[in-house]
């Protein structure tokens, strides 16, 4: 006789007696615990303070899944569910940066310093970002922040924050044209392309300027700026290339020769240098363009500055006044965080990428010994090698920071990125090179005993 499953009589509160002999057919994803009975697990409750429940429910749900497939039992479906809570309430994962890019785009480019970091969480809840406490009146917005650009770049008569270089040029080009004076002359080899097919020239003309190109992709003299300037130029544009470098027979002309000509000179630097740096004597800095005579520079706060997202805006007073009151700056004004992280990052310590840029590659070296020394013991296949660093972010193109690396299989690739933390290195010749120039000493120790759990190895 086939096995059938009892089922209460219409209108009674009773089952059919099953017949001797017969087994009851039950489907065990009756057992599964129901989703409001695992939400009231302490541990479960406790990480919807932490996480929410949107995302506590989520991973509720994937392990009443797993059970219902038979991949576990349903008394394991509060650990099941523990077991796929993610670490934080975003999707984005913090990252050990080993390949020798200081500053990584892909990796969200400068770490913040720890007295950054502090101000972020300061500024989290209700500060006093445009109020007086003293007063108990409205203030100047971002007072600190701005204070501390002005006395990092004293050349700047004034200065202003948005939300990224970008933004600045869009401000500039669309403030500082007029009607009857909308051409920004540029010279051709600075039209240039950075990642993510980002085109400066398509940025420019967005605004409703014009542009007015000038010599060629590799010479361009000054009687070219001088042909191309008149009564319609709005203002001189000087890009620094970013990610290249243009060698040969080139000429290019410097920002004194182009403040002689009349029309205000706009720089963009780019890479947010502030002053000179003795590694770096090819890159523009703020300070001394302002010196020379540019009338605006405008540079990223989340390169070699090493602080976050920021458009800097620094230059004579009258030209920063009328971005400042132009309606766009509304639109591309920076938020509490970005502020309190650009003042710690002026005022305070030295950044992490300013530590790393001047790292002694001796250090790093002995660093690497001692990190290859301890995988060693642990019998991995890990060797100490000579490297070369960069500075990355559009920043000192050509330039290589003498480093040292660990080298390791190539397969360890993917656990590290999987990891917690997620480590990052870069492939050359068959094998994965973490490279310590843009890793902070301070993670050394995490470093290594992540290399030992990709492995399956506990460190000692």
Request: charged share 20%; proline share 8%; net charge neutral.
């Amino acid at each position: 006789m086939p096995a059938y499953t009892a089922r209460p009589l219409p209108g009674e509160g009773r089952c059919i007696p099953l017949p001797p002999g017969i087994v009851r057919d039950v489907d065990s994803r009756r057992y599964v615990p129901r989703t409001d009975l695992l939400l009231a697990d302490p541990r479960l409750a406790e990480a919807e303070r932490r996480l929410g429940r949107a995302l506590v429910k989520a991973a509720v749900g994937r392990a009443q899944q797993r059970a219902r497939d038979g991949q576990i039992a349903p008394e394991e479906v509060a650990d099941a569910a523990v077991a796929e809570l993610p670490a934080r309430a975003t999707a984005l994962t913090p990252v050990l940066n080993a390949t020798g890019v200081l500053v990584h785009t892909n990796l969200g480019r400068a770490p913040l310093s720890a007295a950054a970091v502090d101000a972020v969480v300061a500024a989290a809840g209700h500060c006093d970002v445009e109020f007086d406490l003293a007063s108990g009146a409205r203030a100047r917005r971002g007072a600190g922040a701005l204070d501390a650009l002005a006395r990092a770049v004293p050349a700047a008569e004034a200065v202003a924050v948005v939300n990224n270089n970008a933004a600045a040029l869009v401000l500039a080009a669309t403030a500082l044209s007029r009607p009857d004076a909308d051409e920004i002359v540029i010279s051709r080899g600075e039209l240039i392309e950075i990642g993510d097919r980002f085109r400066l020239p398509d940025l420019l003309v967005s605004t409703g300027a014009r542009l007015r190109e000038v010599g060629t992709t590799n010479r361009t003299t000054l009687a070219d700026y001088a042909e191309a300037t008149g009564p319609r130029t709005a203002f001189i544009l000087k890009v620094h290339p970013s990610n290249f470098r243009v060698e040969g027979f080139t000429a290019a002309v410097a920002v004194p020769g182009l403040a002689g000509l009349g029309p205000p000179v706009v720089f963009d630097i780019g890479s947010g240098l502030l002053v000179p740096h003795p590694l770096l004597p090819g890159e523009p800095d703020a300070a001394t363009a302002l010196q020379d005579g540019a009338a605006l520079v405008t540079a990223s706060g989340d390169k070699l500055l090493g602080g976050p997202q920021a458009g800097l805006l620094l230059g004579r007073s009258g030209l920063v006044r009328t971005l400042r009151r132009h309606p766009l700056a509304r639109a591309l004004r920076v938020d509490k965080l970005t502020l309190a992280a650009l003042e710690a990052t002026l005022a305070g310590p030295v950044p992490p990428v300013a530590v790393a840029l001047a790292a002694d590659p001796a250090s790093v070296l002995e660093r690497a010994e001692r990190a290859v020394a301890r995988l060693a013991s642990a019998g991995l296949d890990a060797r100490v090698v000579a490297a070369k660093a960069a500075v990355g972010g559009g920043g000192a193109p050509g330039v290589e920071l003498d480093s040292a690396a660990v080298s390791l299989p190539e397969s360890l690739a993917m656990p590290l990125r999987r990891g917690e933390p997620a480590v990052v290195g870069r492939l050359e010749q068959g094998r994965l090179l973490l490279d310590l120039r843009s890793v902070s000493p301070d993670d050394d120790a995490r470093l290594v005993t992540a290399i030992l759990a990709a492995t399956g190895r506990a460190a000692s």
